[in-house]
C-alpha cells in the first residue's frame, strides 16, 4: 500500500492532482484545501495517501496531513458516508471545524459540505460524538473543541459562549477555536461569562 508521495506537482485537476515520483505520475483525488494548500506545478510536495482498493478500481486520495487523512477515515465509517462525501465534508470544513461541529451538535455546520443533506448531518453529529481520530503524525492542537472537551460535547456553557460570540460577528468556526484553546487551558466547567471575556480577548489578540 501506499502512504505518502513524496515528489514535484505535475499538474492540478478540479478534484485532482498528479504527482510525479521519480517520472511516474500518481492521481490523487484530494479535497479543494489539500489542492489549495499544494505549491505551484513543478515544486516539490509530500502528500499523505489513502488507497482504496476494490474489485474494479484502485484510487488513491491525498491529503495535505495526517490529520485530514485520519479525518477521512473517521467520517467512512458512518452509514451514508463514502470517499467523495468525506473529500467534500474536508473541502468545506477543516479538521478543527469538524471537531467543533460534532462537539457543538451543528448539524448547519456540517451540512455546508456537499453531500450532506439533513438526515446524513444529524447521523453525523451524533455517530461521531466523542470520537476523534488518532495515530502517529496526528497535530492534537488542530482537534477543536471534541478533544479539549474530553467526552466530545460540549457543555450548555461552551455552546452559549459560542452562540454568543457568533452573536457579536465571528463565526463559529473562529469562536469554536478560540473557546477550544481557552477550555484546555480553564476547564470545560468555565462559566459561560466568563467564556465570552476570555474569547473577545483571544480573538482580538
Known amino acids: 500500500m501506499i502512504g505518502k508521495l513524496k515528489g514535484l506537482v505535475d499538474s492540478i485537476g478540479d478534484d485532482f492532482a498528479l504527482i510525479d515520483v521519480g517520472g511516474v505520475c500518481y492521481e490523487t483525488f484530494c479535497s479543494s484545501r489539500t489542492l489549495q494548500a499544494l ?6 510536495t509530500v ?5 482504496i482498493v476494490r474489485e474494479d478500481m484502485i484510487r488513491l486520495y491525498g491529503f495535505s496531513s495526517e490529520t485530514e487523512k485520519a479525518w477521512f477515515n473517521l467520517l467512512m465509517t458512518v452509514q451514508g458516508v463514502g470517499a467523495r462525501v468525506a ?7 477543516s479538521p478543527s471545524e469538524i471537531s467543533s ?3 457543538l451538535q451543528d448539524k448547519a455546520m456540517i451540512g455546508r459540505a456537499n453531500g450532506v443533506g439533513p438526515k446524513l448531518a444529524v447521523r453525523l453529529v451524533t455517530e461521531l460524538k466523542g470520537k476523534v481520530p488518532t495515530g502517529p503524525g496526528i497535530d ?3 482537534l477543536g473543541l ?7 460535547r460540549a457543555a450548555g456553557t ?3 459562549a459560542v452562540s454568543a460570540l457568533v452573536n457579536l460577528g465571528y463565526s463559529s468556526a473562529q469562536a469554536s477555536a478560540a473557546l477550544a484553546r481557552i ?3 480553564e476547564g470545560a466547567d468555565t462559566p459561560t461569562e466568563k467564556l465570552i471575556r476570555l474569547g473577545l480577548r483571544e480573538l482580538s489578540s
Open 158 to 160: 461552551v455552546a452559549d
Open 39 to 44: 505549491p505551484r506545478v513543478g515544486e516539490a
Open 101 to 103: 461541529a460534532i462537539a
Open 47 to 51: 502528500v499523505f495517501i489513502e488507497t
Open 87 to 93: 473529500l467534500g465534508i474536508l473541502s468545506a470544513l
Open 183 to 185: 477550555v484546555a487551558r
Open 146 to 152: 471534541q478533544t479539549a472537551l474530553g467526552e466530545g
Open 140 to 142: 492534537a492542537g488542530t
